[in-house]
């Protein structure tokens, strides 16, 4: 993997005014690897996430992606955003589109497709999501696990070279998370590099090549499933396992 990262961060440091959300980052994600991020609530595992896209800043440190450093403005950086897809916690998709002109908007407004062309893609990958059956209905028909699937579909269509998910079931019903995790492990499988904020410790053991323990602005440790789960080495993790499983 040591040769073929596709994220690289080294030294990150990211303030909120007194708060020293991200301390001293370093962590790589290596192509086709899944990486699972799990922590307290407070911990920075979503500015961590936002940093990769850049929606925000950091103070000091790198990130590159695919071997560059992300760039700051103009083309570069909405280049930089369609190769990084983001999956939200809240689905945030457009109400009075349909499914499949939401997965359409982005490959035709920022790629500049062709609409036949993305359109037949987007048919592609609402089959992949299970999906293929709903392409005509609107966001409010769907349940929240439909949605999330269409919005997975959605982030997909811009052919990203990583998906970054931030506690992509914490809003759904019990019964529609594994509708999702079973997309997602599917992703997996066909190679797709992954960052996964979640409490499902079933997906981290089950789909994770590494989970990252954060804590403080922290990572405090970075290890294998196995290994994490079975033997964690800090007293913040201990406790942190303690209280969820
Ligand atoms: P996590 O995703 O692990 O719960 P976050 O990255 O969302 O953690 O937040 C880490 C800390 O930074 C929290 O204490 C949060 O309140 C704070 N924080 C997040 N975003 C902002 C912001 N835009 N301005 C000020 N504080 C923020
Ligand atoms: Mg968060």
Not at 55 to 78: F, K, M, N, V
Not at 104 to 124: F, G, I, S, T, W
Not at 135 to 149: E, F, I, M, T, V
Not at 170 to 180: G, H, R, T, W
């Amino acid at each position: 993997m040591a040769g073929d990262a596709l994220i690289e961060m080294r030294g990150v440091n990211k303030h909120f005014g007194e708060l020293h959300v991200l301390q001293d980052i370093d962590l790589t994600v290596g192509r086709g690897e899944v990486v699972v991020i799990i922590g307290p609530s407070g911990s920075g595992k979503s500015t961590l996430c936002r940093a990769v896209n850049r929606l925000e800043t950091i103070e000091s440190g790198t990130i590159e992606l695919d071997g560059r450093p992300l760039p700051d403005e103009g083309r570069a950086l909405a280049q930089l955003r369609a190769d990084v897809g983001m999956v939200f916690q809240s689905f945030n998709l457009f109400a009075h589109k349909t499914v499949l002109e939401n997965i359409m908007l982005a490959p035709v407004k920022v790629r500049r497709k062709k609409k036949d062309e993305a359109a037949r893609r987007a048919r592609e990958l609402l089959d992949r999501v299970g999906l293929a059956s709903q392409a005509d209905k609107y966001p409010a028909q769907l349940s929240g696990g439909q949605q999330q699937r269409v919005a997975i579909a959605r982030a997909l269509a811009m052919d990203p070279k990583v998906l970054l998910f931030d506690e992509p079931t914490s809003a759904l019903d019990p019964e529609m998370i594994n509708e999702v995790l079973e997309v997602m492990r599917q992703l997996a499988r066909d190679g797709m590099t992954m960052v996964v904020v979640t409490h499902e410790m079933g997906f981290a053991r089950s789909a994770a090549n590494r989970v990252v323990f954060m804590a403080d602005g922290r990572v405090v440790e970075d290890r294998t499933p196995e290994e994490f789960f079975t033997a964690p080495r800090s007293e913040r993790a201990k406790d942190f396992l303690s209280k969820i499983l």
